[in-house]
């Protein structure tokens, strides 16, 4: 899977090579907004690039092979795509929660190709706004088990206000919460698929030294979480 930063820091994943494709590529990035005909699937936007100097026809997903519980919504047919021609449709994908990949074909009129998206873990969860009181009391109820705290240390490019934000909110798909200290930064969301709370706290001390606490009632989510947030902050 090879991935390329775009704006933003969203960054988008190449889905079918135009070689494996016979002239077609396909590539897709999480657009973090609902996907409208199911609020508990992850919205996938897909691009496909007819590259070669026959059309295709047909294009449309068949065959998706998928964990238990987890769900596919495809996107209407692509009745035709003309050489040189660029395209973009959506596909909600219910990943139940976790990081399973979902499998699938996409095929066209002539060929079958197998397609995997595997989210990362922040792609599986949609924005909370939140007062800061509501946070606290939030986070009063998803102490013990439900709590992980690691330390790591900044580095000097990630130390002002907007770098850590910035790595923070390309990392996962997260609303950042008011808060009253200048050296502590909050964030909360909920799962797309169970809504499962995900609180994020980062405070930051002397010479780059920080603490980062996860509080989510998923133990799995806030172990991904702490691991993906920690290697954006210390890269």
């Given at each position: 899977?090879?991935?390329?930063?775009?704006?933003?820091?969203?960054?988008?994943?190449?889905?079918?090579?135009?070689?494996?494709?016979?002239?077609?590529?396909?590539e897709?990035?999480?657009?973090?907004r609902p996907?409208?005909?199911d609020?508990?699937?992850?919205?996938?936007?897909?691009?496909?690039?007819?590259?070669?100097?026959?059309?295709?026809?047909?294009?449309?997903?068949?065959?998706?092979?998928?964990?238990?519980?987890?769900?596919?919504?495809?996107?209407?047919?692509?009745?035709?795509?003309?050489?040189?021609?660029?395209t973009a449709?959506?596909?909600?994908?219910?990943?139940?929660?976790?990081?399973?990949?979902?499998?699938?074909?996409?095929?066209?009129?002539?060929?079958?190709?197998?397609?995997?998206?595997q989210?990362?873990?922040?792609?599986?969860?949609?924005?909370?706004?939140?007062?800061?009181?509501?946070?606290?009391?939030e986070?009063?109820?998803?102490?013990?088990m439900n709590?992980?705290?690691?330390?790591?240390t900044?580095?000097?490019?990630?130390r002002?206000?907007?770098?850590?934000?910035?790595?923070?909110?390309s990392?996962?798909?997260?609303?950042?919460?008011?808060?009253?200290?200048?050296?502590?930064?909050?964030?909360?969301?909920?799962?797309?698929?169970g809504?499962?709370?995900?609180?994020?706290?980062?405070?930051?001390?002397?010479?780059?030294?920080a603490?980062?606490?996860?509080?989510?009632?998923?133990?799995?989510?806030?172990?991904?979480?702490?691991?993906?947030?920690?290697?954006?902050?210390?890269?």
């Amino acid at each position: 899977m090879v991935s390329s930063p775009l704006l933003g820091g969203v960054k988008t994943y190449e889905l079918l090579h135009r070689i494996t494709g016979e002239g077609l590529s396909v590539e897709y990035y999480f657009n973090r907004r609902p996907f409208s005909p199911d609020h508990t699937m992850v919205s996938v936007q897909m691009q496909f690039t007819n590259n070669s100097e026959m059309e295709f026809r047909n294009l449309r997903i068949a065959e998706p092979k998928l964990q238990s519980g987890m769900r596919l919504q495809g996107f209407k047919e692509i009745a035709i795509l003309q050489p040189g021609e660029v395209t973009a449709d959506t596909l909600g994908i219910d990943f139940c929660d976790s990081t399973q990949a979902a499998n699938f074909q996409l095929c066209s009129q002539t060929r079958q190709f197998y397609m995997s998206i595997q989210p990362p873990v922040g792609e599986l969860m949609m924005p909370v706004f939140m007062t800061e009181n509501t946070f606290k009391k939030e986070q009063g109820k998803l102490m013990g088990m439900n709590e992980i705290k690691e330390k790591l240390t900044l580095p000097e490019k990630c130390r002002s206000d907007q770098a850590i934000v910035q790595k923070v909110l390309s990392t996962a798909n997260l609303g950042r919460v008011p808060c009253g200290l200048d050296n502590e930064y909050r964030f909360a969301a909920r799962t797309i698929s169970g809504g499962a709370l995900v609180l994020v706290t980062l405070v930051t001390k002397e010479g780059g030294a920080a603490q980062l606490t996860i509080n989510c009632e998923k133990m799995v989510i806030g172990t991904m979480m702490v691991k993906d947030i920690m290697q954006a902050l210390t890269q």
